[in-house]
């Protein structure tokens, strides 16, 4: 019997799909007087709030076509992550901006890469050989030298290095901004974010950088296939973050 069989010839009604339905077949690109447009059918595309997507670049909006040419029959939100970067952008980040420089910052405070492993020693190894030249790294660039501890006793960061993450995030514009503070959230990491913004890293190197300890424990006790498929949405929005991040990085228009 069916798992949707009550009993023979009945059988109960199937899930509704509530994503919208495709409404378009062409997607297009189109510069225009304030940046490129992508259009559906030769209109453009709004944002939940209404606003007209107009993108910094062409190769930003070309990202973001690639996505809607890319939906089927139903439009799927969730996979469709540079959409969403934009519309967080055009939806959000004006009202949100100090909110999010503050939050930047705070991530700075707990970062990730400060907090090393008691034991075992290969694990501490591993830790320092790969998150000690990110520290370097803020504290050169971005003159934010943060300390790091052993265990999870929280720490006192010096505040001059947490206003270096503020500061450094300040410069950037709100599309570069939404993406570092979203790295930054994934990664549980501001250094992370910062150097992903930055071109330091790439993001498959954030996504293994971040998650360096669930790597060991699956090394030594294996991954179950919960914890598998949510490495590979991670480690997929910080590759899509790399993208967009050198998208905008692109000479923007006009």
């Given at each position: 019997?069916?798992?949707?069989?009550?009993?023979?010839?009945?059988?109960?009604?199937?899930?509704?799909?509530?994503?919208?339905?495709?409404?378009?077949?062409?997607?297009?690109?189109?510069?225009?007087?304030?940046?490129?447009?992508?259009?559906?059918?030769?209109?453009?595309?709004?944002?939940?709030?209404?606003?007209?997507l107009i993108l910094?670049?062409?190769?930003?909006?070309?990202?973001?076509?690639?996505?809607?040419?890319?939906?089927?029959?139903?439009?799927?939100?969730?996979?469709?992550?540079?959409?969403?970067?934009?519309?967080?952008?055009?939806?959000?980040?004006?009202?949100?901006?100090?909110?999010?420089?503050?939050?930047?910052?705070?991530?700075?405070?707990t970062d990730l890469?400060?907090?090393?492993?008691?034991?075992?020693?290969?694990?501490?190894?591993?830790?320092?050989?790969?998150?000690?030249?990110?520290?370097?790294?803020?504290?050169?660039?971005?003159?934010?030298?943060?300390?790091?501890?052993?265990?999870?006793?929280?720490?006192?960061?010096?505040?001059?290095?947490?206003?270096?993450?503020?500061?450094?995030?300040?410069?950037?514009?709100?599309?570069?901004?939404?993406?570092?503070?979203?790295?930054?959230?994934?990664?549980?990491?501001?250094?992370?974010?910062?150097?992903?913004?930055?071109?330091?890293?790439?993001?498959?190197?954030?996504?293994?950088?971040?998650?360096?300890?669930?790597?060991?424990?699956?090394?030594?006790?294996?991954?179950?296939?919960?914890?598998?498929?949510?490495?590979?949405?991670?480690?997929?929005?910080?590759?899509?973050?790399?993208?967009?991040?050198?998208?905008?990085?692109?000479?923007?228009?006009?």
């Open positions: 019997m069916s798992d949707f069989e009550t009993k023979p010839g009945v059988k109960l009604p199937e899930q509704e799909d509530n994503r919208p339905k495709r409404f378009y077949k062409d997607v297009t690109v189109e510069q225009g007087d304030d940046g490129w447009v992508v259009l559906l059918d030769g209109r453009s595309v709004k944002s939940p709030v209404k606003k007209a910094p670049t062409q190769a930003a909006a070309d990202m973001v076509a690639k996505e809607w040419a890319a939906q089927g029959e139903r439009i799927d939100p969730p996979f469709m992550p540079a959409t969403r970067l934009a519309f967080v952008t055009l939806d959000y980040m004006d009202q949100a901006r100090a909110e999010t420089l503050a939050e930047i910052a705070k991530y700075a405070s890469l400060c907090f090393r492993a008691p034991e075992p020693d290969d694990l501490i190894a591993a830790q320092s050989a790969a998150w000690d030249p990110l520290l370097d790294w803020a504290d050169e660039t971005l003159g934010a030298r943060l300390k790091a501890v052993t265990g999870v006793v929280p720490v006192d960061q010096d505040a001059v290095a947490l206003q270096a993450f503020f500061s450094h995030a300040e410069t950037l514009d709100n599309w570069k901004l939404t993406a570092t503070a979203h790295a930054t959230a994934v990664c549980g990491s501001a250094v992370l974010g910062c150097a992903l913004q930055a071109g330091q890293i790439s993001g498959d190197q954030a996504f293994a950088l971040s998650t360096l300890d669930e790597a060991y424990q699956a090394a030594q006790w294996g991954e179950d296939e919960d914890a598998a498929l949510r490495a590979k949405h991670l480690r997929d929005e910080l590759v899509t973050v790399e993208r967009w991040l050198r998208a905008l990085d692109t000479p923007k228009a006009g």
